[in-house]
């Protein structure tokens, strides 16, 4: 079953009780809480508070959104440990990290490995408090499309390593689900959005003759205006067979009311994609 969340990131702006506030009423039922704003990294007595929020708004915590990444962080002074032991207080199943800070084009073997490396250092030392790990799907990191994530999953073969999933910009349906499927396997979360690039009325990623530059060629949209694209993601995640947190991220202009409809929207197409709940 996948059950639909948000990731609090989405409503940087605003309080822990804001966002708890606004989920309820969108109807959602979980929060990844970011380890970039409203659970810093290593705050412990702050993630305690939010998780007794949580739970006492009748919420869960699907995950802990840190920004540690695998083979990186600890030189650059962020401590895996700081960010279990917030995961911990915060109560969260799976912790998200990033694979690495670079594209895997653009990745020496041997920094490959010192990725792998850390990887299964932080999964054991998760695994001992009932956590799992998550990879980002994202540029900028060895997961950064639908091949190399693929490929760094095979490379690290770890029963308490999984993978996040999001729609990448300028790829088609088609493509979209190929990626999808290659990750179903050890698919732990997904981050849902509808976005375009290059132009607001479709996705241009391989017809533009230029970089593209953020913000300016990104586009966000109401999830409503790709509801066919993401029930067809919704279905092919519900063959797994397990549970998923769905969760909202990058609400067209970080508005408050577009969560809500947004909100409203994912659960319909999670019931629609679910017949036993219709």
Same mark, same amino acid.
């Given at each position: 079953?996948?059950?639909?969340?948000?990731?609090?990131?989405?409503?940087?702006?605003?309080?822990?009780?804001?966002?708890?506030?606004?989920?309820?009423?969108?109807?959602?039922?979980?929060?990844?809480? +970011?380890?970039?704003?409203?659970?810093?990294?290593?705050? /412990?007595?702050? *993630?305690? $508070? @939010? &998780?007794?929020?949580?739970?006492?708004?009748?919420?869960?915590?699907?995950?802990?959104?840190?920004?540690?990444?695998?083979?990186?962080?600890?030189?650059?002074?962020?401590?895996?440990?700081?960010?279990?032991?917030?995961?911990?207080?915060?109560?969260?199943?799976?912790?998200?990290?990033?694979?690495?800070?670079?594209?895997?084009?653009?990745?020496?073997?041997?920094?490959?490995?010192?990725?792998?490396?850390?990887?299964?250092?932080?999964?054991?030392?998760?695994?001992?408090?009932?956590?799992?790990?998550?990879?980002?799907?994202?540029? +900028?990191?060895?997961?950064?499309?639908?091949?190399?994530? /693929?490929?760094? *999953?095979? $490379? @690290? &073969?770890?029963?308490?390593?999984?993978?996040?999933?999001?729609?990448?910009?300028?790829?088609?349906?088609?493509?979209?689900?190929?990626?999808?499927?290659?990750?179903?396997?050890?698919?732990?979360?997904?981050?849902?959005?509808?976005?375009?690039?290059?132009?607001?009325?479709?996705?241009?990623?391989?017809?533009?003759?230029?970089?593209?530059?953020?913000?300016?060629?990104?586009?966000?949209?109401?999830?409503?205006?790709?509801?066919?694209?993401?029930?067809?993601?919704?279905?092919?995640?519900?063959?797994?067979?397990?549970?998923?947190?769905?969760?909202?991220?990058?609400?067209?202009?970080?508005?408050?009311?577009?969560?809500?409809?947004?909100?409203?929207?994912?659960?319909?197409?999670?019931?629609?994609?679910?017949?036993?709940?219709?």
């Amino acid at each position: 079953m996948i059950k639909a969340g948000i990731c609090s990131v989405t409503l940087a702006k605003h309080s822990v009780e804001e966002v708890l506030e606004t989920v309820v009423r969108a109807g959602l039922q979980g929060i990844e809480w +970011g380890g970039n704003g409203h659970v810093p990294h290593g705050d /412990v007595e702050c *993630a305690r $508070r @939010v &998780r007794n929020l949580t739970e006492e708004a009748g919420l869960s915590v699907s995950s802990y959104g840190s920004y540690y990444k695998a083979g990186v962080s600890e030189a650059d002074g962020l401590s895996f440990q700081s960010v279990l032991d917030s995961a911990v207080a915060l109560g969260a199943p799976t912790i998200r990290v990033w694979a690495g800070d670079r594209n895997t084009a653009d990745a020496e073997t041997t920094f490959i490995q010192s990725v792998v490396d850390d990887t299964i250092r932080i999964a054991e030392r998760a695994a001992d408090h009932g956590i799992s790990i998550t990879f980002e799907f994202h540029g +900028g990191s060895l997961t950064d499309c639908n091949e190399t994530a /693929v490929l760094f *999953a095979d $490379r @690290v &073969r770890h029963p308490n390593v999984f993978f996040s999933w999001q729609p990448p910009h300028g790829y088609t349906l088609e493509q979209g689900l190929e990626g999808l499927k290659g990750l179903l396997p050890r698919l732990s979360t997904v981050h849902m959005y509808h976005w375009t690039i290059g132009s607001y009325e479709k996705n241009m990623l391989n017809e533009t003759v230029r970089p593209l530059v953020y913000p300016d060629d990104f586009y966000r949209h109401p999830l409503e205006d790709g509801e066919d694209r993401i029930l067809a993601y919704c279905e092919t995640i519900q063959t797994t067979g397990r549970d998923h947190f769905m969760l909202l991220e990058f609400v067209k202009n970080d508005s408050m009311e577009q969560l809500l409809v947004d909100g409203k929207r994912l659960s319909s197409l999670l019931r629609k994609s679910t017949p036993q709940l219709v």
